[in-house]
């Protein structure tokens, strides 16, 4: 009841500048593939794989827009939420995917939900709605293509140096705690021991791509 609450409060809240999606068929969940080239890593054709929301239309004070739109749900909204967001490689990587796949999109909106619990006689008090647009100049998409090639060549380090650094930031991302913390505050000699109680999977795209290129 009260998700179906919070979104007729959100099409109450954007009924002035509704989102059109541009083909109800194709264009939500809009999965996108694009070569990394000249990555110097060894092989060739990987690719940079995922899914888009959606592509729409918005009429905005400003004119017609035709945008990819992320949705976002959270429950601390940050104090510089719209910098943090523009701030974000996930959203320039989606806007230089969808112009290398010949899309002709303008910017990314962000569709943010702010949930919290509000109160006993207004449960929806605790529903804010927020839209930020992002528009990418091309001096911004090189900055995020590098900071990706950056982190695909610093994994193949730590694989060389079999070393794998601890994500000490993300402890207690997004509100909860990182279900791998015990095994981090366990003593380094009792580590492999412990990783037989997890499920293994052997992430390396690079590796088993140039496996398929050499068979």
Known sequence: AR???SFVAWLKRWAHQPLHVIDKGTMTEVPFQVELEN???GVEGLTLDGLMDAIVDIETEEGPFRMIVDYKTTGRLAMDWAGV???S???RLYYM???KMGRRVDGVLVDLFHCTKGTKKNPNSGDD???SFYIF???ELDEAKHDLYTGIATEQLYKMLGHYPKNTTACQAYGT???FLDLCLAAPELRERLKEGYDHYDFDPIAKLKEKQNG
């Open 3 to 5: 998700m179906k609450r």
């Open 177 to 179: 705690t990182c279900g």
């Open 85 to 87: 967001y523009r701030n």
């Open 137 to 139: 100049g091309a001096e």
């Open 97 to 99: 995917a969808a112009r």
């Open 39 to 41: 990555l110097n890593v």
């Open 129 to 131: 709605f927020y839209r």
């Open 89 to 91: 490689n996930q959203f």
